[in-house]
């Protein structure tokens, strides 16, 4: 049987400070590409939101409704205009001259003022593939002071409409999900219908959860079991991304992983700092559950699925409309 082989990186990242620039940051994310580099890789992961402190975290505006008020200079800073930028063109270069592709996670503010939580591909050339926008944003609008620090993310980004597109790229079929996106099988399997073959995923996961302190000692756990389920059911590697460790005196999950079809985890992350991790990814062994138990064209029943796309909340019997 042919084989297609891809080397994948996931570069973790440890804490990025509110007073770090991009300038040091990109210096970081070249360090972990070289890495990837020497470890024959072809494609690294890198982290949601990779070029920046996880600003969500502060209520940066001075509204106290939806909209967002006042002197935005600071929250506006944590933003890109463009991808590439001046300050990311020289990981594009790196990523060219090493011939390894990239995922990096960015804010993306765009000309029309709207704000997404944004994730580029970029192929081994250094040429743009195409870019996923996350669509499940956790969080909250408004600020909550009663909180050790803010989740504001659905203050700070849109939820995309975009969906989860699928892209040809490192000689296979390459999805991106982005954080919160990972703990929803809808991600998954709309990108499995696709053919999807590897999924980049990166995350800032908090291990405080203030809505319920009692998922706080599960974050690891909760973490491994949505992407080793996602993979599995769907016949996928799965690349998951940290940023972690003690980030503006808020401690975040690492134990970034690559993990195989089968939904086995096949390498992680041993500290909450900066990292690399790889593993030589067999795109063709997707086809092992692709076309036994989750040949989806032969077993799924997408008849009676119906509810998945014609509902949002759950509506127990005897709730809802008569
Ligand atoms: N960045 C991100 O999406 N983080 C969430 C934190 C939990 S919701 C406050 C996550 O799903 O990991």
Request: with cysteine; charged share 25%.
């Amino acid at each position: 049987m042919r084989t297609r082989v891809l080397n994948v990186g996931a570069a973790q990242l440890g804490p990025v400070g509110r007073g770090e620039s991009r300038a040091e940051v990109v210096d970081r994310l070249i360090a972990l590409m070289r890495d990837a580099a020497a470890a024959g890789c072809e494609l690294v992961a890198y982290p949601e939101l990779a070029l920046t402190t996880f600003f969500p975290r502060w209520h940066l505006d001075d509204g106290d409704g939806v909209e967002i008020t006042g002197d935005t200079t600071e929250l506006d800073g944590y933003y890109e205009t463009r991808m590439p930028s001046a300050a990311t063109q020289p990981l594009f270069d790196e990523a060219a001259r090493l011939g390894v592709g990239f995922s990096l996670g960015y804010a993306e503010l765009t000309p029309e003022g709207r704000r997404f939580n944004t994730t580029v591909l970029v192929e081994r050339d250094g040429s743009v593939v195409g870019r996923f926008r996350k669509v499940h944003i956790p969080g909250h609008e408004l600020h909550e002071p009663w909180r050790q620090f803010q989740h504001l993310e659905r203050r700070y980004f849109e939820e995309s409409d975009e969906g989860f597109p699928v892209f040809r790229a490192f000689d296979g079929v390459v999805g991106i999900a982005t954080c919160n996106d990972r703990r929803w099988p809808e991600t998954y399997r709309v990108m499995g219908l696709q053919g999807v073959e590897l999924i980049v995923i990166g995350y800032n996961t908090p291990l405080h959860y203030a809505p319920d302190p009692t998922q706080n000692a599960l974050a690891a756990f909760h973490n491994h079991l949505v992407m080793q389920a996602g993979a599995y059911q769907n016949g996928t590697w799965v690349v998951g991304v940290a940023k972690g460790g003690t980030e503006e005196g808020v401690e975040s999950l690492a134990q970034s992983v690559i993990i195989a079809p089968s939904g086995q985890i096949v390498a992680q992350a041993v500290t909450t700092g900066d990292e690399l991790i790889s593993a030589r990814c067999d795109l063709d062994w997707c086809r092992h559950y692709k076309e036994t138990l989750f040949d989806f064209a032969r077993y799924r029943r997408p008849e009676v699925y119906g509810r998945i796309t014609a509902q949002k909340g759950a509506i127990a019997p005897g709730e809802g409309a008569t």
